[in-house]
């Protein structure tokens, strides 16, 4: 149960000013956030009661797929967290109801994914309000608004949990290791009853010490793992060795290692995500006698995540066919309307006449191109084959996005090596990656310039795409955060900070890395790598 005579201690004024400030929840916006909220004031006891049902839902169904029994203090959730979080205040008494929450997590041993989808679905509910609510133009800011607001929140929650679990989890290594050197059977009794995999490997990293909790992690009996290496363990054999080496050399130097993330595979093949905390075991003489490690399994944490970032990528899917629709379809509307009318007052013959067919053929062009483009963003959605032709998908993007190029004076040149091999990533992830870097470009460019797109093989199992722009460039404390959700140096209502941190998921969940090389007035390089079919 929650112990809140012993709350972790709120930020201080500095460490609040700098959350507020990294996010931008400066006076003008908190002054915006207050206003949303007293306009939504009739909607947040309804809010808080699907919050607080979805919130106990969402931890039950986590406690039955993890097979455990929890304990949660459900009461640590305020009868007035909205009426907070609208007021906009962030002062003590909000920042230390965050911390309740993340130290209510750490003390039941419980993950946060069900907070984080309780706090999903709670966006989930407020934001058509706030579009039913807001007119048409105030509704992108107000909704940036709330997602930096519950971002906060979050990030206060994560702050208090992440330093409780710090101190947890050294305690826990410290205590375990002390007790490794009490007689056996005490040890034994520990050894074999913690939920926490516990493995033990000696000098030569062989395993001669595997728990219960280990063996229903991956599967393995206790007598057809033990004397194997620990690196079999690992999901990449190829990084296997070399992650091996780099853990021993720092437990060798610094005597400890915590929360080190390891990718491993279960007997069955199942991919296993754990948190490792090890320890350097000696002998009696001091000299290196092997490790003992700690592994706690967040596979199911990793898989929430990943359902939070498919969620915010159909969000973003969403606004750019509702922009898409309203830009562009609804003058086009206007115009086709007008020349039919044109049309019947003109006689056959007329030149005129002429004139005006040809601009309801071109209308009716750019209508099926339109249906075309939201066709190609929705296939994604259904398809099953990570398989896709990168030049045709550049050459795609870049003619979606060409009338734009134009109008801001920009000149694309493509640099594709010839029988390019194709990439294993869906051809919508590839084409929404594409279209948020490019347009990243084209907004780094506001008097013109050059876009050049490169792909080449750059390995024998990796596709190499660079989108290089000759635009204003960033500079490097703005490069450090570029990827982070919700992090944005555009003005108000400009955009939203997700366009990078989807590119980098979507990058990451098809297996390649993306890097961005920039520098204040040098312009910037977007770099992808993508596995490829063999």
């Not at 039955?64 to 909205?82: C, G, H, M, N, P």
């Amino acid at each position: 149960m929650n112990d809140r005579t012993h709350l972790a201690p709120p930020p201080t004024d500095t460490a609040r000013h700098e959350h507020l400030a990294d996010l931008g929840l400066d006076a003008s916006a908190r002054a915006r956030l207050r206003r949303l909220g007293q306009r939504l004031r009739p909607h947040l006891p309804e809010a808080l009661d699907r919050f607080r049902h979805l919130f106990i839902d969402f931890s039950k169904e986590h406690w039955r797929k993890a097979e455990v029994r929890q304990t949660f203090d459900f009461s640590a959730i305020d009868d007035d967290y909205l009426e907070r979080l609208f007021a906009a205040e962030f002062d003590d008494t909000y920042c230390a109801s965050r911390a309740r929450i993340g130290k209510a997590h750490s003390a039941a041993e419980s993950t946060l994914s069900a907070y984080r989808s309780a706090v999903a679905g709670l966006r989930s509910f407020l934001v058509p309000l706030v579009l039913d609510t807001a007119p048409p133009a105030q509704a992108p800011s107000e909704i940036d608004v709330l997602e930096r607001a519950f971002d906060l929140d979050l990030s206060l929650v994560l702050d208090a949990y992440a330093e409780s679990q710090r101190r947890r989890l050294e305690s826990l290594v410290d205590e375990r290791t002390r007790e490794l050197a009490l007689s056996e059977e005490h040890r034994h009794g520990i050894f074999e009853h913690t939920t926490d995999a516990i493995l033990t490997v000696d000098r030569e990293q062989r395993l001669v010490g595997w728990n219960r909790a280990a063996q229903n992690t991956f599967g393995y009996a206790r007598e057809e793992i033990l004397g194997r290496p620990w690196s079999v363990l690992w999901r990449d054999p190829d990084r296997a060795a070399s992650e091996v080496d780099f853990m021993a050399r720092k437990l060798d130097r610094e005597g400890s290692l915590h929360n080190y993330e390891i990718e491993m595979r279960s007997a069955s093949g199942r991919v296993v995500t754990v948190i490792c905390s090890s320890a350097r075991l000696r002998d009696d003489n001091g000299a290196p006698a092997g490790a003992s490690m700690i592994l706690r399994n967040i596979t199911s944490t990793h898989e929430f995540e990943r359902q939070i970032a498919q969620a915010e990528r159909l969000a973003a899917l969403g606004i750019l066919a509702g922009e898409f629709a309203h830009e562009i379809g609804t003058p086009l509307n206007i115009i086709a309307g007008r020349t039919e009318i044109l049309l019947q007052s003109f006689a056959e013959g007329d030149p005129r006449r002429s004139a005006a067919e040809t601009v309801m053929r071109q209308t009716g062009r750019i209508t099926d191109l339109m249906k075309r483009t939201l066709g190609a963003l929705r296939i994604e959605q259904v398809s099953d084959v990570a398989d896709c032709d990168v030049e045709e998908a550049v050459r795609e993007v870049l003619e979606f996005l060409s009338g734009q190029l134009g109008r801001r004076k920009i000149v694309a040149r493509l640099d594709l090596l010839g029988n390019l091999p194709r990439a294993k990533i869906f051809r919508g992830s590839l084409q929404q990656i594409l279209f948020n870097l490019i347009h990243n470009a084209v907004d780094a460019m506001p008097h013109g310039g050059d876009l050049t797109v490169t792909a080449n093989q750059a390995r024998c199992d990796a596709l190499r795409l660079e989108i290089r722009d000759t635009g204003i460039g960033m500079e490097d404390e703005v490069l450090d955060h570029i990827f982070e959700p919700l992090y944005t140096t555009k003005a108000p209502g400009k955009g939203t900070g997700l366009g990078l941190t989807i590119a980098k998921r979507l990058t990451e969940a098809a297996g390649g890395t993306i890097l961005a090389e920039s520098a204040s007035g040098s312009g910037s390089t977007f770099t992808l790598e993508l596995p490829i079919e063999r």
